[in-house]
């Protein structure tokens, strides 16, 4: 049976593609090292390591033929995908490990795998298992189990707890029909129950059926209209309507004060002219002539040089003198012509 059980497993998996497939499918796959992966004892297949050996395809169910099977079932680090098959429940035998990590299963985890109580650990880490975590895994009480990275969902069953279950990374906690709607339907959520039907139908052809009660109007309270908020009156200070008037007195001010401004002027004027007169009539001839300078000393004639002076004849303009004599022989009338 073991032969026929390593055929179907060699088929199942691409067995031309693995890396190494020496000597499988020729002769009898006992004794030890016959065929490659395969250890026997005593005639029987006791163990089968075919990790990293570019298997691919999935599990046959001739696998539950290995009944002898004690120390290890290895296929890590592959690509085997599809469910793992129930008959896997029938290797009862396996005392050591079983190693399903790294490759690309699917579906549940059989519930069948329940029944290894004798499993020393089960390693199905990083796969695409689905589902709910089935309560019979908590009878592998002394079995190390490994289910991390995978997407399992549900909540984790009662019986795990206290067990050496690690189940990391995935959806634990969350329905199943949430993260796997197209294989899980959620339950209906249940709505509200109608009221019961108040009906009294009559016991006999002569009693008529009583009215059914009618639904008493609760009123509605109508809505209160609120007054809206009267605006308050705005006390900012408005233009004066009469700009004409208001030009008219800024006109006004402006021609008085020219006026006054002239009657100053013209004041000033006076002021002026009547501190000349004043100062010209103080200084005499002398200090009006303007061919003497003010600051040589005058020298008094004598009584017989004033005597001559007034009995000596005029002299005529231009000859002997400048003019300047005939200005000063009329001293007063010089100072009255300049003076105006």
Known sequence: MASEALAALYAATNGPEWTNKLNWLTGDPCPS?????ITCTNGLVTQL??????LGGSLPTEIGLLTNLGAQFNIRFNAVAGAI???VGDLQALTGNIYFTSNQLSKPLPSELGRLTSLSALYATSNRLTGEIPSEIGELRDTVIYLNANSLCGDAPAELDGEAVSYQLNSIGTPCCETLPLEYTCAPTPGPTAPPTLTHMPSSPSEEPSPMPTAVPVPVPTAVPVPAPTPKPSHAPTAPSNVGAV???VIGSLVALAVLA???YNLLLW???QRALQGGAAAGPRGVSGSKDMSEPLI?????AASQRRHRPPQRAGRGGDGAGAAMANPITQ???LSF
């Open 335 to 337: 100072t009255d012509t």
């Open 271 to 273: 002021r002026n002219k």
């Open 49 to 54: 390591n075919l990790g990293q050996n570019n």
């Open 247 to 249: 030009v008219g007195i």
């Open 262 to 264: 002239a009657c100053a």
């Open 300 to 304: 008094a004639d004598s009584p017989d």
């Open 33 to 37: 090292g016959a065929w490659f992966g």
């Open 85 to 87: 098959p129930s008959e």
